[in-house]
């Protein structure tokens, strides 16, 4: 039976590739309403709730490019976990 410590790390090493996605994607969304945003102020509309989305936007990249982050210091943090599970 592996330890919980391990199962938690593998875990960790499956999540980092799908966050990693998960930000890329992101980064298309907000350049898409970055550019409403710009498109509608050009046109001279209003665009208040254009710019308050694009604000929720940048905070929650920000948050998952933190997580992203701390999945790969999680990654990097255990050397001898990462030789022991190419070797297996």
Known sequence: MADTNTHT???V???LPRARDFVAE???RLAAQEARVADLQRKGHDASQSRKLL???RE???LQISHVEL???EVRSDRGFNR???SA
């Open 9 to 11: 790390k593998l875990i």
């Open 13 to 15: 090493r499956e999540l």
């Open 26 to 28: 992101g980064k298309r």
């Open 55 to 57: 604000a929720i936007m």
């Open 60 to 62: 929650t990249m920000a």
């Open 71 to 73: 999945l790969e210091h």
């Open 84 to 86: 022991r599970s190419r």
